[in-house]
């Protein structure tokens, strides 16, 4: 016998089955197969679970909002356009990518048009009220361009107006102005600080109460550098309401611990699902029950990073394919690598083994997103480049399985 042998069921354990995934009774019976479409499945699922990060954005025109929104939620956000008016003949207008939407207003000025801006917002903002709270928006960025020096009374008077609709504003000076002192310390502009000062001192319903001091773009003329987007980003985080936060997460494009947390959370709960669900020794037949679990875990790191579903899926299926068998699945085949289990007839596996697989299932696959996000794993073709992924995650999979102790300790 090897120490990873089951031992007979605990007293009064569930009988066998109930560790399964509950039957919500919604949709058809959970995949026992790692295939393309339970890939996408498991995805669209995923997604629905993080839901969207909503965003409103105001400030007068050319202040800088589509370039901030750029630099913290990626290029795709301006490649794609401008969006569309929530409805016919609205001046508000959303764009959606991935799990960001961006609410913005089109050809109507702050001080000229507030009232107007106001009173469509407030009209949708009651509308979805109704709807899902992915629906709805959930915080709003106010920008005012720093070098411009100046902050309007009609712009105070429409930030109140925001807070009175309930929304959390963050208030951002723009193109802030500032140089490396002989130290190294970031020093701004002595008019800006005098300007986010002034600002400070009218009590307004926003974070902190003070501006939040960004350059979006580094200026290689002036030898400005990119500043405060984290300080912008965490502000954000701070205000923005709890349920809306991991969409957040998988939104931003520069805070990359947030992400890693995040896809560590996702570890953790599907190894649980896995150690519970493998309390009830699994019969070797049945390991098939690991693979909705491990599916759902790898999807959702996927949606954390971003990662388009039709790359997820072609690198899923890169990962979890054994070199030589074709087409087995990591959950099943990684059985093989556990002594005692795959070449005894009838064996089972207990849950902490059913756990740290999934563990290394997790990290393994974890690395491969982090390199994907970074733009790796792609052939001069700019299609993903199986080989690699295929050998980065068997190379993290085979590290954790060590670790963990699941090859035989003599
Ligand atoms: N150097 C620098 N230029 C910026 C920055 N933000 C915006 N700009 C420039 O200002 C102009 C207007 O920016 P845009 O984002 O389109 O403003 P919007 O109308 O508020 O969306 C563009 O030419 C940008 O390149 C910044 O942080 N630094
Ligand atoms: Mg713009």
Redesign the pocket.
């Known amino acids: 016998m090897t120490d990873q042998q089951v031992p007979s069921a605990p007293p009064g354990a569930a009988p066998p089955g109930a560790g399964r995934p509950a039957d919500d009774g919604s949709a058809a019976a959970p995949p026992e197969e790692w295939s393309q479409a339970a890939f996408e499945d498991a995805f669209a699922k995923a997604e629905v679970e993080i839901g969207r990060f909503n965003l409103a954005?105001f400030?007068?025109?050319?202040?800088?909002?589509?370039?901030?929104?750029?630099?913290i939620f990626g290029e795709a956000v301006a490649a794609t356009g401008i969006g569309r008016p929530v409805t016919m003949g609205s001046h508000l207008y959303v764009h959606r990518t991935g799990r960001l939407g961006i609410y913005?207003t089109q050809g109507l000025e702050v001080g000229r048009d507030t009232d107007r801006i106001v009173a469509e917002l407030q009209r949708f903002i009651e509308h979805t009220r109704t709807l899902p709270f992915t629906e709805q928006v959930h915080l709003a960025w106010y920008?005012v361009?720093a070098t411009d020096r100046r902050f309007e009374d009609t712009e105070a008077a429409f930030i109140r107006r925001l807070a009175d609709l309930g929304l959390p504003v963050v208030l951002v000076l723009?193109?802030?102005p500032a140089r490396r002192d002989s130290a190294g310390q970031l020093v701004v502009a002595p008019d800006v600080l005098a300007l986010a000062d002034l600002i400070g001192a009218q009590a307004l319903p926003v974070h902190g109460g003070h501006p939040v001091l960004?350059?979006?773009?580094?200026?290689p003329f002036?030898g400005?550098e990119?500043h405060g987007l984290l300080d912008l980003l965490d502000a954000t985080f701070r205000l923005a309401p709890q349920e809306a936060t991991e969409a957040l997460v998988a939104a931003q494009k520069i805070d990359p611990a947030r992400k890693a947390a995040a896809a560590e959370k996702a570890v953790n709960t599907a190894a649980a699902a896995a150690t519970a669900a493998g309390f009830t020794p699994i019969p070797f037949a049945d390991a098939a029950i690991l693979v909705p679990i491990q599916l759902g875990m790898m999807a959702r790191i996927a949606a954390i990073y971003d990662i388009p579903v039709e790359r997820a899926t072609v690198a899923s299926l890169a990962a979890t394919t054994a070199t030589t068998q074709g087409g087995r699945a990591a959950a099943t085949g990684l059985l093989k690598l556990v002594p005692g289990i795959g070449t005894i007839a009838g064996g089972a596996i207990t849950g902490s083994v059913a756990g740290s697989i999934t563990f290394a299932v997790g990290h393994a696959w974890h690395r491969v997103c982090i390199g994907m996000a970074e733009g790796k794993y792609q052939t001069v073709a700019g299609t993903l480049d199986s080989r690699t992924i295929q050998r980065v995650f068997n190379e993290e999979l085979a590290a954790g399985v060590r670790r963990r102790g699941l090859f035989g300790r003599r």
């Open positions: 954005v400030g007068k025109t050319g202040v800088g909002k589509s370039t901030l929104v750029n630099a913005d920008c361009r723009t193109q802030v960004v350059n979006a773009l580094a200026d002036t400005v990119a």
